[in-house]
């Protein structure tokens, strides 16, 4: 059962340009999390989704952040004309039906704003 | 609002044990973790414990929780160089799927 899939790892952009983050979830789970990681900080929630569903985006920035996990196909956070403070690490996290608390976390993209 | 505090740093000799603190704020915190960052990879569910519990035991892991002080902390026995990473500790908030992070120890193995 392969873990959960994020890609790119590492994604450089310069100021104003789009960045489109995937996350594919582990087998059989069908909850996918967004977090944030700034340099030398811990992780900051982002947005919950279900398939199809936005269950609570109150840790998104209200303007430039969505999120997305449609129906096929893998959950994407999509950050419009970036600036340099989104340089992050950016983690997304599985977890199965029902069981919202064990989450499952992916190896990261790494997002560096030029 | 809720928080969770961690020393940045710990430092043992190879074969020690090595104790990794947290304290929480949130008294309803439903479930407590923690996970292992090694060097540009991604966050490893070490264990978690449900805060009806006081201890968990998983190898050479043991979880302790004092609700009462809301304190967690992880031992890790016969530390290996293999140990060697950043240790967040989590909690859940109300919801139970929204983790509050400690901004993690960094554990240093010497030889």
């Known amino acids: 059962n392969a873990g959960v899939m994020q890609n790119p790892r590492h994604l450089v952009r310069r100021r104003g340009q789009e960045a489109r983050l995937r996350c594919s979830p582990m087998k059989g789970h069908s909850h996918v999390y967004w977090y944030r990681q700034l340099p030398e900080e811990g992780l900051k929630f982002m947005v919950y989704?279900?398939?199809?569903?936005?269950?609570?985006e109150s840790g998104m920035p209200k303007e430039r952040f969505s999120a997305e996990f449609p129906k096929e196909g893998p959950s994407i956070l999509r950050i419009q004309q970036v600036v340099r403070g989104d340089s992050a690490a950016y983690f997304c996290?599985?977890?199965?039906?029902?069981?919202?608390?064990?989450?499952?976390f992916g190896p990261g993209t790494r997002l560096t704003v030029t | 609002g809720e928080d969770v505090e961690q020393s940045l740093f710990l430092s043992v000799r190879e074969g020690d044990s090595s104790v990794i603190n947290c304290t929480y704020t949130d008294s309803s915190s439903t479930y407590l973790y923690w996970y292992k960052q090694e060097p540009g990879a991604g966050l490893q569910l070490l264990t978690y414990?449900?805060?009806n519990m006081d201890m968990k035991q998983d190898q050479r892991l043991t979880v302790l929780l004092n609700k009462k002080d809301k304190h967690l902390s992880l031992r890790i026995a016969d530390t290996q160089t293999g140990d060697s990473a950043i240790y967040f500790c989590?909690?859940?908030?109300?919801?139970?799927?929204?983790?509050?992070w400690g901004a993690g120890t960094k554990l240093i193995i010497k030889p």
């Open positions: 989590a909690e859940t908030s109300d919801s139970n799927y929204q983790l509050i």
């Open positions: 996290a599985s977890s199965p039906p029902g069981d919202t608390y064990e989450q499952y």
């Open positions: 989704l279900q398939k199809e569903n936005i269950i609570d």
């Open positions: 414990i449900f805060s």
